[in-house]
């Protein structure tokens, strides 16, 4: 179950901008990004009076609870909906990677964590590869697009980072997450409603199937679905081994983007994505984890097998 688990997040988050990207734009890419929201705020409210978990928010948690919804989930989304409308879904994947390099840069700066200097060589290797993947398109008198996508998508993924270290805070004031999505997907459904209203947009729903099923994806599997899994995850193999899994989304969007016909298969889009799936690892300290989870099982195996020769 575990693997299942795994593999499902997985594949639903590395795939989440290709959906992005068939969903469209036959309405405003904010009435989109409300409906989603605002259905799985929806969802999480009906988990929450199911399960009635520990961990209820005080009211000095709420405003920092807000921040995480409004940077997390509507700020961040919607420019990363840009990003992935005027650039590629593997662009704005390879970028979002970036998050693992600026998360750990927020939490050092609001919550004074230790930042550990594999953050910084992880974050030059990631930088070079989104280099790497927009060479080919400097030359390009139509490229223009593709400029403005990818600094919405560093704008997105500064806006998760900046989310993140409130999530981060709130973990330490042990806000119960559950609590914590439906409080933050409510306040970020609410914004883009506002924005929706003010911009005087008409609320029409498509009923083409592309636009459905992408709503139904995103709603469902990308935010309601992989995020209880994630959580199931982090209580059965620990943070930093489910985090190994941001490490493999460019490589994941790479392929699929090229597999629908958006990317074009290069040279430079392979090892693009390579350098992005390596400086991510780098950053997320694959490897020393895994060395010491290892030297922890062998150090007690050892002293089971002297337990077990005492007896």
């Keep these: 179950m575990t693997n299942f688990m795994y593999i499902f997040c997985l594949l639903v988050w590395g795939l989440n901008f290709i959906a992005v990207k068939i969903q469209g734009t036959p309405v405003s890419l904010e009435l989109s990004l409300t409906y989603r929201l605002g259905l799985t705020a929806i969802l999480f409210f009906i988990l929450l009076c199911i399960l009635r978990p520990k961990g209820k928010p005080k009211k000095k948690d709420v405003p920092f609870i807000i921040v995480f919804g409004i940077f997390n989930f509507a700020l961040s989304y919607l420019c990363l909906y840009y990003a992935t409308i005027l650039s590629s879904a593997a662009m704005v994947t390879l970028i979002f990677s970036l998050k693992v390099i600026l998360t750990p840069i927020a939490l050092r700066v609001f919550l004074k964590e230790p930042l550990h200097p594999r953050i910084l060589i992880g974050g030059i290797i990631g930088v070079l590869a989104v280099c ?6 400097l030359g390009d008198i139509h490229g223009f697009n593709d400029i403005k ?29 559950i609590y914590a999505n439906v409080l933050g997907f409510t306040a970020g459904g609410i914004l883009l409603a506002a924005i929706v209203f003010i911009q005087g947009q ?3 729903l ?14 469902i599997f990308a935010s309601f ?9 982090v209580e059965k193999i620990g943070g930093a081994k489910s985090g190994y899994m941001v490490a493999l989304f460019p490589a994941i969007g790479g392929i699929a983007s090229v597999m629908i016909g958006e990317s074009d298969p290069s040279i430079f889009l392979g090892v693009g994505c390579l350098f992005s799936c390596l400086g991510a690892a780098i950053a997320l ?7 010491k ?19």
């Design 149 to 177: 996508g990818i600094m919405m998508a560093v704008l997105g993924t500064i806006l998760t980072a900046l989310g993140d270290a409130s999530s981060a805070r709130n973990a330490r004031k042990k806000v119960n997450p």
């Design 293 to 311: 989870s290892n030297l922890k099982e062998e150090i007690n195996s050892i002293y089971r097998e002297g337990w077990d020769d005492g007896k």
């Design 202 to 204: 008409a609320v029409t």
């Design 225 to 233: 679905g992989a995020w209880l899994f994630y959580l199931k995850l």
């Design 285 to 291: 300290g694959f490897g020393m984890n895994i060395g």
């Design 132 to 137: 790497i993947v927009i060479y080919p398109s």
């Design 206 to 219: 498509p009923t083409s199937i592309t636009y459905l099923s992408a709503l139904f994806y995103l709603t």
